[in-house]
């Protein structure tokens, strides 16, 4: 294949078809349009196809090097094309992206069906795996070869031809709900703002006040405030706001996301995809979706997932339920004479926090200063890793926004560069995540990663800079741990690379970094008072590390409900949830789901599982990476410093630099020694011990 400019048609206006002459050969975002797209595209797809038609026609024998390999070098022009694109389309879109994505994802599904499903080349593929065990393979290249005979396999590789094509059809179908379903939800989220006046103010801090400001200025509201529906605006509205009727109109337009009965409704959407999931799973042979995805996970079946969910459910059910008593007493004990609601909880939760623990999350968030939380994730890796982070100022960026870093290792030399886009703004979708522009890989010589951070927390305004709530320096941490699985990969082949792992394990480095954002060392250096720059006040910083643990009840309902709910979505038949409402309430009922807490997720808004298939019957991944994340930094504090040099340097061998190369049940047990031991995660979330009597 050829990158080249003299062949397309018109290389010298699409500079998605040139070789980019920035530093590190960075895209050149500037440059770049929407109209370049749609061209890029079609030629990749031609290039890619051109390449695997040459592979799978090689009239040599099947070996390793020709096929496996081979396959490996294939794709570069879609792999960059849509590197670009898609971290457009979630970080900084634009009606014109978004009708391009709607064309696109259908497209790409019929790239890759022909490709995932051709006989021929799988047979080939199937050869080689035959005869793995006298190739004289290494550890990487069997692995290698074991995923690809596997993707392939799952692909639908081997089935008859009216199975492929059925199956092939379902995979675009799927493409373009995802795709709606995605839209829908930015769509309901845009168009949604609650005004606060000088009288809506209540309860409210000045920091909160000054994110509603600079979001209204980011819709062209200048000199108003607003509520939108990104997390970092609402959750911390619903704690502090002490106008219940707003804070009603706030949970209930945040909780019908995506079920308005409106042009962006998700209801049919949702029922549509689970019924092609089902007929894909039963077409490949599994009774159900959740049997044919969980078999390519470290959890194996649907009721090991389960399992987990239900140990960790009862304990944080009950603890919830002690917790929801100790709030409607405070409710009662302050005149208020109603019944806790979902939309009261967080606001008392807060209340009582502030009885109990003595701290607030107001206190705390003007220490949290974003840049500085920056410095505290760069120096824990500094002093883990030994890499060292550079600001520049010379690599393109999509928005004015978006900081770029250049990491080095210990040595001095280049490792990869590193994109933090922190900031909420309409034209991105809510949440946070890690991606990348390009991946490590050293088939062919190094390749240094390009690795992203995307988030949503509230600007600063004017002179004052942004200040996190405890939660949002978390997510930092959270997703820079991400960052440095990608950052730190060292394998040989690309789709081996960083994050290339099991759902179920991608959130062990991100999660396991989380705990170097709350060690008392990290924060009496970081987290300092944005005005006066005085260190957090030692009894504050007690206090706030006594108050994780509080309102974990409420924390662990809303997740493991969810999780609980997209497995039942995936096991169930696909006709038991016909009508989405009935299902998600007849489920909560099931399981004894608190009235005064909603799932973290409603199905018509849960994006992990309905977007893509990435987290479907997925989402239980967290939990389960938290298993291995809450027994992983025991090895630290086993070792009495959290900076430990022997036990970072196994973390960074065994689990942040080995990316999809080793079994992750192998590479845990590397790391630490043996299995993880799951009491660690219900100890972390304090719900071993005895719920505190109201
Ligand atoms: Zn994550």
């Not at 695997?52 to 024998?61: G, K, L, Q």
Request: proline share 5%; hydrophobic share 40%; aromatic share 10%.
């Amino acid at each position: 294949m050829s990158e080249t400019p003299q062949d397309t048609g018109h290389p010298k206006a699409n500079p998605l078809l040139q070789p980019w002459q920035t530093p590190f050969e960075t895209p050149p975002f500037a440059e770049i349009r929407p109209e370049h797209f749609l061209p890029a595209f079609e030629r990749a797809f031609a290039d890619h196809s051109a390449e695997v038609a040459a592979i799978t026609h090689d009239p040599s024998a099947p070996d390793f090097a020709n096929t496996i390999t081979a396959l490996e070098r294939s794709g570069k022009l879609l792999a960059k094309v849509s590197a670009v694109f898609y971290d457009l389309v979630s970080a900084n879109s634009n009606p014109a992206i978004l009708e391009i994505d709607k064309e696109v994802s259908p497209r790409m599904a019929r790239h890759w069906n022909p490709i995932m499903m051709n006989a021929v080349l799988f047979g080939r593929i199937a050869l080689i795996h035959n005869n793995r065990a006298s190739l004289g393979l290494t550890g990487e290249q069997m692995r290698l070869l074991e995923r690809t005979y596997n993707n392939f396999y799952r692909a639908g590789a081997g089935l008859d031809e009216t199975a492929k094509a059925r199956r092939a059809a379902i995979n675009e179908r799927l493409a373009e709900l995802g795709t709606s379903f995605s839209h829908h939800l930015l769509g309901d989220e845009q168009d949604w703002f609650m005004e606060l006046g000088e009288g809506d103010l209540d309860g409210l801090s000045e920091a909160f006040i000054a994110s509603a400001r600079a979001a209204a200025e980011e819709r062209g509201l200048a000199g108003k405030a607003i509520v939108t529906l990104s997390r970092s605006s609402v959750e911390p509205f619903l704690k502090s706001s002490s106008r219940r009727d707003l804070r009603e109109k706030a949970f209930r337009a945040f909780t019908a996301r995506g079920d308005n009965g409106n042009a962006n409704d998700n209801n049919t959407t949702v029922v549509e995809i689970l019924s092609l999931r089902e007929e894909a799973a039963r077409i490949m042979g599994y009774p159900t979706y959740a049997a044919y995805r969980l078999e390519d996970s470290m959890a194996k079946t649907p009721d090991a997932v389960r399992s987990l969910l239900e140990r960790v459910w009862k304990p944080a059910r009950a603890r919830a339920l002690a917790d929801r008593d100790a709030l409607q007493a405070l409710v009662t004990e302050e005149g208020g004479n109603f019944s806790l609601a979902p939309w009261d909880w967080r606001y008392y939760a807060e209340k009582l926090r502030q009885v109990r623990a003595n701290f607030d999350d107001a206190a705390i968030k003007p220490y949290l200063v974003l840049d500085h939380m920056i410095d505290a994730a760069f120096d824990c890796a500094t002093r883990l890793f030994g890499i060292t982070f550079t600001e520049r100022k010379d690599v393109p960026v999509w928005h004015p926004d978006v900081r770029v870093w250049e990491v080095k290792d210990a040595s001095g030399k280049h490792k990869a560069l590193f994109y933090g886009d922190y900031f909420a703004r309409s034209s991105k979708r809510s949440g946070a995540w890690m991606t990348s522009l390009r991946d490590q890989q050293k088939l062919d010589g190094e390749v240094a990663p390009l690795v992203i951070n995307v988030c949503n927390f509230s600007k600063g305004s004017g002179s004052e800079p942004s200040l996190l709530s405890p939660d949002d320096a978390r997510t930092l941490f959270h997703e820079f741990g991400h960052g440095l699985h990608g950052m730190m990969s060292d394998v040989t082949y690309p789709s081996l690379s960083g994050t290339s792992v099991f759902t179920d394990f991608v959130e062990l480095p991100s999660q396991l970094y989380e705990h170097w954002q709350e060690q008392p060392q990290v924060l009496r250096q970081f987290a300092r008072h944005y005005q006066t720059g005085e260190p957090l006040p030692d009894d504050l910083l007690q206090r706030f590390l006594a108050a994780r643990k509080f309102n974990q009840g409420f924390a662990t309902v809303e997740f493991v409900s969810s999780a609980l709910i997209d497995l039942e979505f995936h096991t169930q038949p696909a006709s038991a949830s016909r009508d989405v409402r009935a299902f998600e309430k007849a489920e909560l009922e099931k399981i004894g789901m608190p009235a005064e807490i909603a799932l973290r997720h409603r199905p018509t808004q849960f994006g992990h599982i309905f977007s893509g298939d990435h987290y479907a019957s997925g989402y239980y991944s967290y939990m389960w990476s938290e298993v291995m994340d809450a027994d992983a930094f025991g090895a630290f504090e086993e070792a009495g410093d959290i900076f430990d040099p022997a036990t970072a340097k196994r973390l960074l061998d065994d689990i942040y630099s080995s990316g999809g190369s080793v079994d992750p049940e192998d590479a845990y047990v590397a790391f630490r020694g043996r299995e993880p031991e799951p009491d660690a995660l219900l100890r972390r979330r304090g719900l071993l011990e005895t719920p505190e009597a109201a």
